[in-house]
Nanobody, 115 residues
Framework: QVNLLESGGGLVQPGGSLRLSCAAS????????VAWYRQAPGKEREWVTG???????DYSDSVKGRFIISRDNAKNTMYLQMNSLNAEDTAVYYC?????????WGQGTQVTVSS
């Protein structure tokens, strides 16, 4: 059974940081392009950042310079370091494949940026 488990979300003040994790089971992330996505209240799910099988990264303009995506193929896990968070980053964050067919979506992890 394929399962994507996102964790690490929470409530953080503007300017703060969080590190999200995504653990995959029943499917291999290793050497495949993967990404983080997010869905804010009342909005469509959007792509945030991706990392290719060889480690090349790309970021949406809204997070460029603040977020860092990484992966650990041995652990079948990926991460998202989020810095300088602001209210516009409030959303449910999801992980999944990038530029290839999606796996079933996990439940995501809620990130709320508020003072």
């Amino acid at each position: 059974q394929v399962n994507l488990l996102e964790s690490g979300g929470g409530l953080v003040q503007p300017g703060g940081s969080l590190r999200l994790s995504c653990a995959a089971s029943g499917i291999s992330f290793s050497f495949k392009p993967v990404a983080w996505y997010r869905q804010a209240p009342g909005k469509e799910r959007e792509w945030v950042t991706g990392i290719t099988r060889v480690g090349t990264t790309d970021y949406s303009d809204s997070v460029k310079g603040r977020f860092i995506i990484s992966r650990d193929n041995a652990k079948n896990t990926m991460y998202l370091q989020m810095n300088s968070l602001n209210a516009e980053d409030t959303a449910v964050y999801y992980c999944n494949f990038w530029t290839i067919a999606y796996a079933p979506w996990g439940q995501g992890t809620q990130v709320t940026v508020s003072s």
